[in-house]
């Protein structure tokens, strides 16, 4: 049975900061992608960050570079998503997902690959 559990959501003035944790139950692969999307009212839902667990490379999508950090901890089973200096523009629910990455690539390389399993999601916040 695969969980994936998202938490560290919540409302926060501008400038703000939150910290995001996914922990992954259940996921068989090996290797995998573990990402990050929004989705924001009246709008498509985005990727935000990804991570290869397999060598911990990352990427972000360009509206959050060097605001946010995904991170992992391979002990917990767990995914993190620091975010600084929050903007209302990242009001959203967040979403963690997990895909596979059978040849271990980057980070990179997990973007637009697809993710199939999903978390229920978190509300961020900004004001």
């Known amino acids: 049975h695969v969980q994936l559990v998202e938490s560290g959501g919540g409302s926060v003035q501008a400038g703000g900061s939150l910290r995001l944790s996914c922990a992954a139950s259940?996921?068989?692969?090996?290797?995998?992608?573990i990402g990050w999307f929004r989705q924001a009212p009246g709008r498509e839902r985005e990727g935000v960050a990804q991570?290869?667990?397999?060598?911990?490379?990352?990427a972000y999508a360009d509206s959050v570079k060097d605001r946010f950090t995904i991170s992992q901890d391979n002990a917990k089973n767990t995914v993190y998503l620091q975010m600084n200096s929050l903007k209302p523009e990242d009001t959203a629910v967040y979403y963690c997902?997990?895909?596979?990455?059978?040849?271990?690539?980057?980070?990179?390389?997990?973007?637009?690959?697809?993710?199939?399993?999903w978390g229920q999601g978190t509300q961020v916040t900004v004001s």
């Open positions: 259940g996921v068989t692969y090996s290797r995998k992608c």
């Open positions: 991570i290869s667990t397999s060598d911990g490379s990352t």
């Open positions: 997902a997990a895909g596979p990455n059978p040849f271990g690539l980057s980070g990179a390389y997990c973007n637009g690959m697809p993710h199939s399993y």
